[in-house]
């Protein structure tokens, strides 16, 4: 009885063994796929900012002194001086703001509506941001609250100014309005020059480009969540 019994067992202990070399080996299969998907998005990703920014320089390079703008290495065009841009405590744009823009806007979009970059752009953000101070403000907090509310309503004004601009056809204008958002920041991003604040450069008006590489890379992980039934 002892030995038909072992006779049995050994059997159904490679039996369970092979199954699960098999588990291992299509779960390995899996994970390499994983990783070869993930490693060709990130490499999508690095040749798609290279290429934009590569477009963003040579389409503007020869404005950013006239206009005291630049790119910044992630694709980001930041227009810096603040008595270009606003009136001190107003949302409306000034006329060689307007003036800049007219030129600008034609000419970003023409590079983000390509076919090149078009399908890759989740978002465009446009972003206010402020010096601390704010007159008679009541406290630090108060100062704050109040550059949210101005640096909210001055990239509105932006975002609407685009929208409005007639070189822009409808269609390009419908694609923009899934794209394009208002961010007012206040003072919460403020730029320092020696470790100290420079309100003056902290003044500013940036157009700043998300890709969907992180929305891609956020599905692959649910998607391999789900397959291994994680919870």
């Not at 990703?45 to 320089?57: D, F, G, I, S």
């Not at 000419?107 to 078009?118: D, G, M, P």
Request: proline share 2%; aromatic share 10%.
């Amino acid at each position: 009885m002892e030995d038909s019994g072992n006779s049995h067992w050994i059997p159904l202990s490679d039996l369970m063994m092979g199954l699960m070399m098999v588990f291992l080996l299509i779960a390995t299969l899996y994970m390499m796929r994983v990783e070869q998907t993930t490693t060709l998005i990130v490499k999508e990703y690095q040749v798609t900012k290279e290429n934009l920014q590569r477009a963003l320089q040579e389409t503007f390079d020869s404005n950013f002194e006239q206009w005291d703008a630049e790119l910044l290495g992630d694709m980001t065009i930041r227009f810096n001086n603040p008595e270009v841009l606003f009136k001190t405590g107003s949302d409306k744009i000034r006329p060689k703001f307007a003036e800049i823009l007219e030129d600008f806007i034609p000419r970003y979009t023409s590079i983000i509506l390509s076919e090149k970059f078009k399908d890759s752009i989740k978002e465009i953000r446009i972003e206010g941001h402020t010096s601390t101070f704010w007159a008679n403000a009541g406290s630090k907090l108060d100062a704050y609250l109040k550059n949210m509310e101005l640096s909210q309503s001055r990239t509105r004004s932006v975002l609407e100014y685009i929208l409005n601009n007639g070189n822009i056809n409808q269609l390009d204008k419908s694609w923009l309005q899934t794209k394009l958002t208002a961010n007012g920041l206040s003072s919460s991003k403020p730029v320092f020059k020696n470790s100290i604040i420079d309100q003056e450069s902290s003044q500013r008006v940036e157009f700043r480009i998300i890709t969907n590489s992180d929305e891609k890379l956020s599905n692959i992980a649910k998607s391999f969540e789900k397959n291994l039934d994680i919870r």
